[in-house]
């Protein structure tokens, strides 16, 4: 989990990642969570950091469970997004996440309305289910006749993004398939959450520069925003030509998002005008929102497996005892997963130890003191250190760099539920994630359907590490060779 803390690392992380942004630490990003977490962890979990005079960078680091309490719920109020964050998130416009107020009230109750609605989930699982049957397992049953060497993150990648653009277009792109088709949407989102977090390295000054000259990073995420606008706005007008193979066998119900989405925007928001922006902002949101968050985890997920096999073991048990004996030949249903409680706690552990959304920022509308003891003011960068908070001994014991599922079981068998300010993959407060539930959902479904069918080698000598991106993504994907069990 760490590096090893040589002299060169010792010099890195004194003077240069707490001083400011040199060249050699831009070409040491993908190394940025190891060496603040050990940072963090010799601080005694919280520290400051101050960058360049130009930077106008002061940046309060901390994974105290106290602070992010208080930064998320206590004192919600004095914690808005703002505007700076808007200019950062600039491609989700006026989408939930970038917005304060009442108008976030209203985005939130519409999202929330839609998605609790009976349709809509069943909806959600028909279409998962229908593409672990005719995506998935056709992809890996191929693979693994051959033993082929295949990158489980891609191919989560391409899972996430046809069932999303699904539930949220009604047009599956079938990025997951057999000829590994190369759909330039698919892959902006990389672009764009990698490059939204140079942003946050750089001051404002900076990469607006870059921006106006069309250069760098700027001009990379510029042409991904165009890609994902282009593919989002022919989809909206039905010009996207659906394969007609695709007509799911499971998808019976007769469910709109984009008109239930604008139903309820009017209702809670009482106006009867034009709804063009808050469709195109809020269907780009979710699909951000959505899919590189539930592809990260089960990339991660099925990396530690690999690495824990007593772990394997027992979830197979699981399966076997709840499904496979409990009933029977019948088709496994989201419910029937849904009872895999150890199965639960492994993604949980997954989730703690790599989170998807390794961080989160916030600025105080007023200075005030943080339950840590230190003072922050309307220039400080809080950064909610959610990857360093699972690392963290004080918070999860000493066992923390461990993998173990046993930490979520409770003495009576059930799910232990941890508040949200110490398991903070999630968010927490009012503006914890409403796709919560719906992740669970597609993340059980995705991993007993492999782990009863398939046992996952790693290829060897692979490097496995977070990418300097905004999700956790794995830099080089994740290699693998998977064995067919049943
Ligand atoms: C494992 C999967 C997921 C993880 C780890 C995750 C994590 C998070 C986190 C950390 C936030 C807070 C972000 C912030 O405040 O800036 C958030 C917010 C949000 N998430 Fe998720 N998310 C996941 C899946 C989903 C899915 C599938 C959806 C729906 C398609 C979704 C919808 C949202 C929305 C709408 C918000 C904004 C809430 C608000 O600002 O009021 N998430 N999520």
Redesign the pocket.
Known sequence: VFLNKSQNQKILIDRKWIHGMTPEVLSNLHRLHNVLTIKLIRCGGTFRWKGHWFANMDMLITTDPLDVHHVLSKNFANYP?GQKYRNLFDIFGDG??NIDGRL?EI??KT?MSV?KQHNFQSVFEAIVWNKVERGLLVVLESTSKTSMEIDLQDIFQRFTFDT?CK?LLDYDPQTLSLDFPNIPCEKAWVDITEGMLYRHLFPPIFWKLQRLLKMGNEKKLSDAYNTVDDFVSKCLAGIQNEPSNMESEHVHENFELVESLITEYKNQSGTSGDTKKFIRDTIV??MG??RD??S??LSWFFYLIAKNPIVEDKIRDEIHTFLVVNIGDRKWNSKDVGKLVYLHGALCEA?RLY???PF?HKTPLQPEILPSGHHVSQNTKIILY?YGMGRMEKIWGEDCREFKPERWISEKGGIKHEPSYKF????GG???????D??FT??KIVASMIIYHYHIELMEGQPVFPSASMVLQMKHGLKVRLSKIR
């Open positions: 997004k939930i996440i976030w985005h939130r999202i998605f999303i539930l949101t979710l929102a959505g968050t539930t990260t985890t989730l989170p998807p959304v989160n959610y903070v993959a999630f968010s009012p503006r914890t994630c409403l796709g919560k719906m992740s597609q993340l």
